[in-house]
């Protein structure tokens, strides 16, 4: 189970950017493992959550996503939706940046909404988009959470519900059944898409192995 011994070792300056999101993993942990049926599977499928996790928002440091660009790193990552000019008026306008980026994508509406900043990657396991919110939120009704993350996009950060967001999500992915057969490749491809920070969330896995198998 997890205690505040364990997330301090593992995420040191966990608290930086979200005061008390320590703690509020770890009284909410035993609750949430065991509504959503954690609890109750061996330790190995909590390790798998927890080496995700921490590799998706930084061991707590990156709870939201950061969208403070410069004009050429904008270039670099949404060349087709930022042209030269562009990238210069908006660089490290993060706001903007947002909404050009993501809006009328992802099930965002596209700009004047706010949509792309509102619901760009957040939480522990960074779930991005309107489309990714709604896909969070009909299992949190599901499971009768009693918060609203599309109304209230900040909830997926609030220290209180976090945890319950991020294993809600990490459920609806998929990632269930690869983390009972120790499969972090399968995994990784079923949250993250890809395979993006691969052998970091190898590592962290590892690490929380060690924390709660040992």
């Known amino acids: 189970m997890l205690t505040l011994e364990m997330m301090r070792r593992r995420w040191p300056h966990g608290d930086q950017h979200v005061p008390g999101l320590i703690e509020g993993?770890?009284?909410?942990?035993?609750?949430?493992?065991?509504?959503?049926?954690?609890?109750?599977?061996?330790?190995?499928?909590?390790?798998?959550?927890m080496g995700q996790f921490s590799e998706e928002c930084g061991c707590g440091l990156e709870m939201i996503e950061s969208l403070n660009y410069t004009?050429?790193?904008?270039?670099?990552?949404?060349?087709?939706h930022f042209t030269a000019s562009m990238a210069a008026r908006w660089a490290?306008?993060?706001?903007?940046?947002?909404?050009?980026?993501?809006?009328?994508?992802?099930?965002?509406?596209?700009?004047?909404?706010?949509?792309?900043?509102?619901?760009r990657g957040a939480g522990l396991s960074q779930v991005t988009g309107r489309e990714g919110f709604t896909r969070l939120q009909k299992k949190l009704d599901e499971m009768?959470?009693?918060?609203?993350v599309l109304e209230n996009p900040e909830l997926i950060t609030d220290p209180e519900h976090t945890f319950e967001c991020g294993i809600a999500d990490w459920i609806v992915c998929g990632c269930l059944p690869h983390a009972e057969h120790d499969d972090t490749?399968?995994?990784?491809?079923?949250?993250?898409?890809?395979?993006?920070?691969?052998?970091?969330?190898?590592?962290?896995?590892?690490?929380?192995?060690?924390?709660?198998?040992?």
């Open 25 to 49: 993993i770890v009284t909410s942990a035993t609750g949430v493992l065991d509504r959503y049926g954690i609890l109750a599977k061996p330790a190995l499928v909590l390790a798998h959550a």
């Open 71 to 80: 004009a050429a790193r904008l270039r670099q990552i949404f060349p087709t």
């Open 92 to 119: 490290h306008n993060q706001k903007m940046i947002g909404e050009i980026a993501y809006g009328g994508r992802m099930g965002n509406a596209p700009p004047p909404s706010t949509d792309g900043f509102d619901f």
């Open 144 to 148: 009768k959470a009693g918060f609203n």
């Open 185 to 214: 490749l399968r995994e990784t491809r079923a949250l993250n898409g890809g395979t993006n920070g691969l052998g970091e969330r190898q590592r962290q896995i590892a690490l929380w192995k060690r924390e709660l198998m040992s």
